[in-house]
């Protein structure tokens, strides 16, 4: 058997006892010998923090030493792309209010050419159809043939925006 330089012999035939050298102490020598690798050299003895500051040396949470760590760094992406997401998300909001605005514009005018075909007031009808936020910039058109048109503007996440209006026409014939 060859000779290896961890196992000794002990006292009784056919018994090895493997010496091991104390815990860490291996870790720590690989640890200087990495670093030695890359140029670092040893960090030991006073003014270790000094010097790993100095090289830009950071101890993460498993203490192992980090060259530039970049501690914070989500903190500061998330900073930076915030009004990012806030404009996607007003974006997204937006088109869900143009999508209201239509669909509520259609059940009016539906409700405004029945009661136009029974001789009611359309816009009343049309008016007790849509909610209170789309009522403000209503207009209901009706023509003799039965045909009514209904517009409202459409709602901005932002006030000082006009975005527009959505009209829906239906048609009922009279029922006199």
Do not use: Y
């Not at 035939?13 to 040893?42: D, K, S, W």
């Not at 997204?92 to 005018?109: C, M, P």
């Not at 459409?154 to 009922?172: D, K």
């Amino acid at each position: 058997m060859p000779n290896r330089p961890g196992p000794r012999a002990c006292s009784r035939p056919g018994q090895r006892v493997r010496v091991r050298p104390a815990p860490g102490l291996r870790a720590r020598r690989l640890r200087a010998l990495a670093l030695r690798a890359r140029g670092l050299g040893v960090l030991r003895g006073p003014g270790v923090r000094a010097r790993r500051r100095a090289r830009g040396l950071r101890a993460s949470p498993s203490g192992r030493l980090h060259p530039f760590a970049s501690t914070g760094q989500a903190s500061v992406e998330l900073v930076a792309l915030l009004p990012l997401v806030v404009l996607v998300l007003a974006g997204a909001f937006q088109a869900v209010l143009a999508g209201e605005a239509v669909w509520q514009s259609r059940v009016a005018a539906r409700a405004a050419a029945r009661a136009h075909s029974l001789g009611a007031d359309p816009a009343a009808a049309a008016r007790s159809h849509l909610p209170p936020r789309l009522e403000r910039g209503l207009q209901v058109k009706s023509d003799a043939s039965g045909d009514v048109r209904v517009s409202v503007r459409i709602p901005a996440v932002v006030p000082s925006l006009a975005l527009g209006r959505v009209a829906s026409t239906s048609h009922f014939r009279p029922q006199s």
